[in-house]
Nanobody
Framework: QVQLVESGGGLVQAGGSLRLSCAAS????????MTWYRQAPGRQRELVAA???????RYADSVKGRFTISRDNAKNTVYLQMNSLKPEDTAVYYC???????????????WGQGTQVTVSS
């Protein structure tokens, strides 16, 4: 069984920084792309940043230049460094990972439980 556990959310003032972490554990043969999404009240879930196994990254336009995604493959962990935070960044942030649990099995999408990020003005 695979689990994704997020940490690092909280309350911060506008202009501040937070660092989110998401650790994957359990049966993991191959950990492919890892992605951060967010969902604000009344809005659809949106992609924030993604990182491929080899390190290629992509970002939503709204966070480019402020957020940085990185990963530690040895620890099966992805990070999201969020700087210059704005009130509009307030949302629940979810970690997603494309994981192949066994050598001969299919890959699946797994989700974390979400972590709240609140940015006050």
């Amino acid at each position: 069984q695979v689990q994704l556990v997020e940490s690092g959310g909280g309350l911060v003032q506008a202009g501040g920084s937070l660092r989110l972490s998401c650790a994957a554990s359990g049966s993991i043969f191959r950990l492919n792309a890892m992605t951060w999404y967010r969902q604000a009240p009344g809005r659809q879930r949106e992609l924030v940043a993604a990182i491929a196994k080899g390190g290629s990254t992509r970002y939503a336009d709204s966070v480019k230049g402020r957020f940085t995604i990185s990963r530690d493959n040895a620890k099966n962990t992805v990070y999201l460094q969020m700087n210059s935070l704005k009130p509009e960044d307030t949302a629940v942030y979810y970690c997603n990972a494309d994981i192949q649990p066994t050598e001969l099995g299919w890959g699946f999408d797994y989700w974390g439980q979400g972590t709240q990020v609140t940015v006050s003005s």
